[in-house]
Nanobody, 127 residues
Framework: QVQLVESGGGLVQAGGSLRLSCAASGRTFSLYAMYWFRQAPGKEREFVAAINWSGRSTLYADFVKGRFTISRDNVKNTVYLQMNSLKPEDTAVYYC????????????????????WGKGTLVTVSS
């Protein structure tokens, strides 16, 4: 069992930065690939970024490439999402998820089938 708790969301102006954190419980964190998804009001949940168990491989949605960076600390059982150059269209609830699979197929998915989910943290970017 893995429990995930996101933090770091808030209100930021366009062009600003935020760093989201997702703290995981359990001693098996390093066995899981970690994902960030987001869901904007009235829209479907979409993939944002992923990192494999070791941190050596990452995946990004095209709309965040060059702006967002995913990383993890397997000692602290935490995954991070550094978000720079934020845009109003980045406004969404951001969710982290854990799954033992690290597959590109999730880049175009809503994350259905992920093993564990956090409850999300709201990011609001004002123009």
């Amino acid at each position: 069992q893995v429990q995930l708790v996101e933090s770091g969301g808030g209100l930021v102006q366009a062009g600003g930065s935020l760093r989201l954190s997702c703290a995981a419980s359990g001693r098996t964190f390093s066995l899981y690939a970690m994902y960030w998804f987001r869901q904007a009001p009235g829209k479907e949940r979409e993939f944002v970024a992923a990192i494999n168990w070791s941190g050596r491989s990452t995946l990004y949605a095209d709309f965040v490439k060059g702006r967002f960076t995913i990383s993890r600390d397997n000692v602290k059982n935490t995954v991070y999402l550094q978000m720079n150059s934020l845009k109003p269209e980045d406004t969404a609830v951001y969710y982290c998820a854990a799954d033992r699979r690290f597959e590109e197929v999730f880049v175009t998915s809503r994350g259905d089938g992920m093993e564990y989910w956090g409850k999300g943290t709201l990011v609001t970017v004002s123009s």
